[in-house]
């Protein structure tokens, strides 16, 4: 089993940044990637990146790409996700994920973590 804590959330204004993490405990050994999703209110869980375990390769969706960027300290088993420009359509709560196989980026996650709320004001 893996657990995952998530923590960096907050309130930020519109152009600004915010830091996410994701502290992974348990069985680490066993993750091949970490991904971040987020679920907006009313509407269904998105990806949002992606990084592999043991390697830099990283993952990202299109509403994101060159905003947001996905980095780990595999010494601390942390991911981390760092959030630039932010735009009010960002506001959603995001949750972390592990994966313990190889697979498509975008699914497939075994492990999740409880999420953390990022509200981007206008």
């Known amino acids: 089993q893996v657990q995952l804590v998530e923590s960096g959330g907050g309130l930020v204004q519109a152009g600004g940044s915010l830091r996410l993490s994701c502290a992974a405990s348990?069985?680490?050994?066993?993750?091949?990637?970490m991904g971040w999703f987020r679920q907006a209110p009313g509407k269904e869980r998105e990806f949002v990146a992606a990084?592999?375990?043991?390697?830099?390769?990283?993952y990202y969706a299109d509403s994101v790409k060159d905003r947001f960027s996905v980095f780990k300290d595999n010494a601390k088993n942390t991911v981390y996700l760092q959030m630039n420009s932010l735009k009010p359509e960002d506001t959603a709560d995001y949750y972390c994920?592990?994966?313990?196989?190889?697979?498509?980026?975008?699914?497939?996650?075994?492990?999740w973590g409880q999420g953390t709320q990022v509200t981007v004001s206008s």
């Open positions: 994920a592990a994966r313990a196989s190889d697979g498509t980026w975008t699914r497939g996650y075994d492990y």
């Open positions: 348990g069985s680490t050994f066993s993750i091949r990637a």
């Open positions: 990084i592999r375990w043991t390697e830099i390769t990283t």
